[in-house]
């Protein structure tokens, strides 16, 4: 893994977090229009494929960093977090859902930061594919917030992956935290009593 932090891939990442505000800012005012969906979604999709390419370019071209392994779940965190709140306030998507996702997130970011000194976790299949289904989730509830039933089982799938996938990191961080632990020193052996 490289250690410096100034790529393309990582500049993509930037830019999905630059998406953020602009996101919530078109969900707060104009959310609850057809068109103001259409331009969030539009914004969103654009932001969720900067995702595909940063990782893509970063293996293609060797740019895989520590940095980068890093900041990109928070990315893809602070996006989706963003979308399901506006979502949520919208009544497009549950708040138990929004809610659920939202601890998840905050729970494996807090395990990344706390077990930084051991190395880093970088994302996992399931991880990623979680993260595709919340993208899933949040087109469908911008598209077509009228499938209710289509919309409902996605919802309830994405969260469950989401909890499960939280729980795998939980795994990986402890046994992190355990292989990189200093082994116990063997107790002092003190020399043999001289016979009196
Ligand atoms: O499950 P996480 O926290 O590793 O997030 C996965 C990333 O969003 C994949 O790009």
Redesign the pocket.
């Known amino acids: 893994m490289t250690r410096g932090m100034w790529t393309l891939p990582n500049a993509l990442t930037g830019l999905r977090l630059l998406a953020v505000p602009f996101l919530g800012a078109v969900l707060a005012v104009a959310g609850d229009t057809p068109g103001g969906r259409w331009v969030a979604l539009a914004l969103f999709a654009a932001a969720s494929l900067t995702?595909l390419a940063d990782?893509w370019l970063a293996r293609r071209w060797g740019q895989c960093t520590d940095f980068g392994a890093l900041v990109?779940?928070i990315a893809?965190?602070a996006l989706v977090a963003t979308a399901l709140v506006c979502l949520s306030a919208r009544d497009l998507v549950p708040w138990w859902a929004t809610v659920v996702v939202l601890a998840r997130?905050v729970a494996?970011?807090v395990l990344r930061l706390t077990v930084l000194q051991h190395g880093v976790i970088p994302?996992?299949r399931?991880?990623?594919l979680?993260?595709a289904a919340q993208t899933t989730m949040i087109v469908l509830a911008l598209a077509a917030p009228e499938w209710t039933a289509v919309l409902t089982a996605v919802v309830v799938l994405t969260v469950a992956w989401t909890v499960l996938?939280g729980l795998d990191?939980g795994a990986k961080a402890a046994a992190l935290t355990r292989a990189r632990r200093p082994a116990l020193q063997p107790p002092a052996v003190s020399p043999p009593h001289a016979p009196g």
């Open positions: 995702d990782g990109d779940p893809d965190k997130e494996v970011t994302a996992s399931g991880g990623k979680k993260t996938t990191y």
